[in-house]
């Protein structure tokens, strides 16, 4: 598929009577404009494109599903009431995330492990919004409040499992797709639930941010099961944060291809 296809097709799933459409063919990139928001955002096509060869209707489910929670986001941010700091979660992300917005305010975050990095998110229903410091005022809070108001709040998440065993290991998933599920790695009461629950090693994976994975890991095999399982959830999750998976022990996560460099 071309990019001026891929831009007919969006003309057409979105609708020219809620948006304006503006193609850059010098750098591939498509402006959306929402008429009666006046805001707007920019799609970078190649990426797009390389997801919908690979994925089909699928990819373009995910880019349109994005455009239209990015909007509902903007929409729902005019209602002062979603400022609260009870609509405030913790969520994870890859260390190459941005550390900006598109507006270029930093956002919150804090430091985590060497592959990701914890932002904090006003939930806004079916979607959120990351929280950058032009935000602290109308949430009439400092960014270490934030901080501390996500702390708990993460602790009040679902967190039922499903369970799986592959060649005498054992693996617990983590899916409510809610926009948390990786966030639940942040819950230390139920990390150390599951510690207890297992008998090998227990290691950890965030691939995506709609699956947190926790091993049990009874033999070498397991390893080379999570390593492929984490790497397939990590090429197709809509907002992926690492391929690595974690050992969790004593309330430290060591990422594992450190611990292969030492036996």
Known sequence: MKPEQL???LKERLGTEKFDFSYNRKDDKLRLDHKTLKKGMEIHLPGILAKYNERQEKALEDV???IEQ???AMEKERNEDIFSLTNIYP???STSFPLKSKEGHPFVVSDHTAETRIY???DLGTTYRLIDESMLPKLNATADQIREVARFSVKKLQTDVKKDEVADNIFYFVNENDGYDASRLLNEAFLKEMRERIEGDMAI???HQDV???GDIRNETGYDVLAQMTMHFFSIGRVPITSLSFVYENGELTPIFILAKNR
């Open 7 to 9: 831009v007919e097709l």
């Open 64 to 66: 349109i599903y994005t």
């Open 70 to 72: 990015t909007f509902d």
């Open 91 to 93: 969520v994870i992300r």
């Open 120 to 122: 904090y998110a006003l």
């Open 205 to 207: 994976s965030v691939p």
């Open 212 to 214: 947190l994975i926790i």
